[in-house]
């Protein structure tokens, strides 16, 4: 299966969380979720019965879509985590976080995981002078993430770290906004992160 080129706001929608898929719209009245937050189709304001697999599957479903993976990448996350020491969970949310495109985006440098993830496998980025140009480059602790001189004048970066001042930086990560430069000071731990999601539950699914 190819990745999703649907609306976004339906995947939020769909799990009844905002998952800030679709940038400073996100933040806006404009919000699908603000606007309607039930499920979308012919049966979205239905109640169904929800059995303990679903729930199990809709925390997964909501992680994945969160940092935009298909189904193998994830699984193939979670493998890794599970080998890891220490909380499977949290080692597989430490390592989702560490995806080059995901510390774009809590960077403030693009406005989407999405984008961030284009605007890495374009080659707009640098690790610790050297080229990165795979999205899913996991950078570890003291690694330096800076853009490329010639892109930082593009009219969508600019935007985005505007609109990132409203957001914040977590505190695991250091910016230079100046210099286009950030820095990542520490591992985050699952209580930096504030996600909706319970992962605990994401580790009962794969252990069935």
Partial sequence: ???????????????????FLKGSRCYTEKCAIER????????????????????????????????????????????????????????????????????????????????????????HFLVNGRKVDVASFLVKNGDVVEMKPASRRLVQVQASMTAAEGRGIPQWLELD???????????????ELALPVNEQLVVELYSR
Avoid at 1 to 19: A, D, P, Q, W
Avoid at 43 to 49: C, L, M, V
């Fill in 1 to 19: 299966m190819g990745r999703y080129i649907g609306s976004v706001c339906r995947l939020c929608r769909r799990e009844g969380n905002k998952l």
């Fill in 36 to 123: 309607r937050s039930y499920s979308p189709g012919q049966h979205g304001q239905a109640r169904p019965r929800i059995s303990e697999y679903q729930t199990q599957l809709r925390e997964k479903q909501k992680l994945k879509r969160i940092y935009g993976l298909l189904e193998r990448q994830f699984r193939g996350y979670f493998k890794k985590a599970a080998r890891k020491k220490g909380a499977t969970g949290e080692n597989l949310l430490q390592m989702l976080e560490r995806r080059m495109d995901n510390i774009v985006y809590r960077l403030g440098f693009c406005a989407s995981r999405n984008e961030a993830r284009q605007m890495v496998n374009h080659g």
């Fill in 177 to 191: 906004k100046a210099n286009f430069k950030g820095k990542v000071n520490a591992i985050p731990s699952k209580d």
